[in-house]
């Protein structure tokens, strides 16, 4: 397994990882099918992280194929630059093989040599396997943003968790 940053060459592989993902995703923010991004705005956004300091994306190849992805979104302004929020995604068939805790574990090396001293991100409450994976990287809950998603017709609660640095 290698973790490492996104290349520009990764754009078409790294467009449909996030496609698979959302589409066998029960909690994702994204339904299946409702991402509209063109390649050329995914470059775009790529483009645009990679001149941010605070901002990247870690992919996890295993024999040549992306099979995870975790998106550090730096804070733009003054105020929240030491902070990224996080967005994590893995295939469906390579969940619970460890590949979340070795984002995370990335991702925690990566930030305080950015000046990132604040990780946080927010998930479905239900989303126990989500849950347990922050937990275990010692994301703690800050609180609950009630009715914050509406899957399927049904409300559902979202905890908000960081970690500092």
């Not at 990224?84 to 469906?92: E, K, S």
């Not at 994976?133 to 943003?145: A, V």
Request: aromatic content about 6%; proline content about 1%; overall charge positive.
């Amino acid at each position: 397994m290698l973790i490492r940053e996104i290349r520009i060459d990764d754009l078409e592989n790294y467009m449909n990882l996030v496609k698979e993902v959302e589409s066998k995703s029960d909690f994702m923010l994204m339904e299946a099918g409702e991402r509209k991004t063109t390649a050329e705005q995914q470059l775009k956004q790529l483009e645009r992280l990679e001149q941010q300091n605070n901002s990247t994306i870690f992919v996890a190849e295993e024999k040549g194929k992306l099979v995870g992805y975790l998106i550090a979104i730096g804070g733009t302004v003054k105020r929240t630059k030491h902070s990224a929020y996080l967005v994590i995604g893995v295939l469906q068939e390579c969940r619970g093989k460890g590949i979340g805790t070795e984002l995370f574990d990335k991702v925690i090396k990566w930030a305080p040599k950015h000046n990132v001293s604040r990780l946080e991100l927010t998930v479905v409450t239900e989303n126990k396997a989500g849950v347990a994976l922050y937990k275990k990287s010692r994301f703690d809950i800050e609180g609950t943003k009630r009715n914050s998603l509406i899957i399927n017709g049904r409300t559902y609660d979202e905890y908000c968790m960081s970690k500092l640095l």
